[in-house]
C-alpha cells in the first residue's frame, strides 16, 4: 500500500470518530499553543526591556556621585560631580561621543490658566539630546550661550503640550516655573510609557546653570549625575574605562583609595535582563512542554483503544495481502497526523494568546509599548516536537496492531 493510500486511510479512519480524535489532539493543541504563547510573550518582555534601555539613550554610562571622606567621616551622597567633569569627559574621552550634566528640580508649571506638575524636570547641558538620542518634533535646544548665561528658556515633552497648550503651538510661548518666566524653544518627540507605565514625555528640560542658579538659588557647579554616550557599543567597556581614570586623576584619588563616584554601564544592566526574562522565558516553556508529554500518553492511549476496535478490520487486511509493515504504518501514520493537526491549530491558538495578552499587557498598564511579536522558531520547534511526540507515543499501538495473528483477528468480535 502506498504511503499516499495509506494517508487517506488513516484521515478516513479519524474522520469516523471526530469527537475522539479532537479530544485526543486536545492535549497537543494545549502543549503547542502554551509553548507558542509563553515563548512569544517572554520574547516580547525581553524586546521590552532593550527598547527601553535604548531609549535611555545610545550607549549610556551614567555617572552617579558616591562618598566622599571629610573630617575623618565618610559621608554618602555628597556632592562630588561638577559640569566641569561633564566637559573634561567630553573632551578627553576618546570613546566618548557626547556628555550632559544633570540636575533634578521640581516644581509646578503654569500657563495662563493651566497648570500642570510635570513628572520630570531636569536641568542638562546642550549635548543631552545627543547622549538620550532624542530628537525635536518642533522648535530647536537651548544653545552654549543659554547655558553660560543661564537663559530662562526650556524645552518640554508632548504630554505639557496637551495639557497646557492643546492645540497651540507652544514654541515662543512663556511659562512659569515656580514663578519665574520661562521661554518655550523646542518641543520633544514623543516617547511613550517606560515598562511600568510610567509617562516618558511628562517632562521639561532646563539649562543646569538655570536650574542651579534660577530656581534653586545655588552658584555652585556640583550636579547629581552625568549622563555620557559611548561612540559604539563595542567600545563601551573603554569608555568606561576611561571615565574612572579620568575622574580618579581629577579628584585626587590616590591607588587603593575609593573612588568618590560610580560609573555604571547601562548596557551591561540591559543585558542581566536579558538572561533573566530569558531563562524565564526557557523555564515557562519547558513547564508547558510537560503538557504535550501529557498528550502524547492521551494519543497512546487512543490508539491502543483504536488496536482493540479494529482487531477484526486489521485481521481482513491481512488476509487480503497486507503486510505488517503496511499495519505498522498507517497506525502510525494516524497518530503523527493526530499530532500534527493538533500541532497546527495549537500554534494558531499560541500566537492568538501572545498577542491578546500583549495587547490587554499595553491596555493595563496605561499604553506602555510592550513590543507584538510571534516567535516562528518556537512554533516550529514545537510543530516538529508535537510529530515526534505522536510518531513515539504512536509507535507501540502500531506495533502491537503489526504483530497480531491474522486467525486470531478475524475471530475477534
Known amino acids: 500500500m502506498g504511503f499516499l493510500l495509506t494517508i487517506r486511510v488513516a484521515i478516513r479512519a479519524l474522520a469516523k470518530n471526530k469527537m475522539r480524535a479532537g479530544l485526543t489532539m486536545l492535549g497537543v493543541i494545549i502543549g503547542i499553543a502554551a509553548v507558542t504563547a509563553m515563548v512569544s510573550i517572554g520574547q516580547s518582555a525581553s524586546g521590552l526591556v532593550q527598547s527601553q534601555f535604548e531609549g535611555l539613550g545610545t550607549n549610556v554610562l551614567v555617572v552617579f ?26 573632551r578627553e574621552c576618546p570613546s566618548v561621543l557626547a556628555s550632559s550634566p544633570l540636575v533634578g528640580a521640581a516644581g ?5 490658566n493651566a497648570n500642570w506638575s510635570p513628572r520630570e524636570m531636569y536641568g542638562v547641558g546642550v549635548d543631552y539630546l ?22 530662562k528658556v526650556c524645552v518640554i515633552g508632548q504630554t505639557l503640550v496637551a495639557k497646557l497648550f492643546q492645540t497651540q503651538d507652544p514654541v515662543g510661548e512663556t511659562i512659569r516655573i515656580k514663578n519665574i518666566p520661562f521661554r518655550v524653544v523646542g518641543v520633544l518627540e514623543k516617547k511613550g510609557a517606560d515598562m511600568v507605565g510610567n509617562d516618558l514625555d511628562n517632562i521639561v528640560l532646563m539649562p543646569y546653570t538655570s536650574v542651579r542658579k534660577r530656581l534653586q ?51 551591561q544592566i540591559a543585558n542581566v535582563f536579558a538572561i533573566v526574562t530569558g531563562t524565564l522565558t526557557m523555564m515557562l516553556a519547558s513547564i508547558a512542554a510537560i503538557s504535550l508529554i501529557v498528550g502524547g500518553v492521551g494519543i497512546m492511549n487512543i490508539m491502543l483503544v483504536s488496536v ?41 491558538l499560541g500566537v492568538s494568546l501572545s498577542v491578546g495578552a500583549t495587547a490587554a499587557i499595553n491596555w493595563a498598564t496605561s499604553g506602555s509599548k510592550w513590543p507584538i511579536i510571534v516567535s516562528v522558531p ?29 486467525i486470531e483477528a478475524l475471530r475477534y468480535e
Not at 499530532?339 to 494558531?348: A, M, N, P
Request: proline letters at 4%.
Open 217 to 267: 538659588g545655588s552658584e555652585f557647579d556640583n550636579v547629581n549625575a552625568l549622563l555620557v554616550s559611548a561612540r559604539t557599543t563595542t567600545v563601551m567597556a573603554d569608555a568606561e574605562n576611561e571615565i574612572n581614570d579620568l575622574l580618579m586623576e581629577r579628584h585626587r584619588i590616590h591607588i587603593g583609595e575609593p573612588p568618590d563616584f560610580d560609573v555604571q554601564n547601562t548596557t
Open 308 to 348: 482493540t476496535e479494529r482487531t477484526r478490520e486489521i485481521g481482513i487486511r491481512m488476509a487480503v495481502g497486507a503486510r505488517s509493515g503496511d499495519i505498522l504504518r498507517q497506525f502510525l501514520v494516524e497518530a503523527v497526523l493526530l499530532s500534527c493537526i493538533g500541532g497546527v491549530i495549537g500554534i494558531i
Open 130 to 151: 545627543t547622549v538620550r538620542n532624542w530628537p525635536l518634533r518642533g522648535g530647536g535646544f537651548f544653545t552654549q550661550r543659554d547655558e553660560s548665561s543661564a537663559a
Open 378 to 406: 518556537a512554533g516550529i520547534v514545537a510543530f516538529i516536537f508535537a510529530a515526534g511526540v505522536g510518531m513515539f507515543f504512536g509507535f507501540y499501538p502500531a506495533y502491537r496492531a503489526s504483530r497480531l495473528d491474522p
Open 65 to 90: 556621585p558616591g562618598s566622599r571622606r571629610q573630617g575623618g567621616v565618610r559621608q554618602a551622597n555628597f556632592p562630588t560631580l561638577t559640569a566641569r567633569d561633564s566637559v573634561a569627559i567630553a
Open 108 to 112: 509646578q508649571v503654569i500657563y495662563r
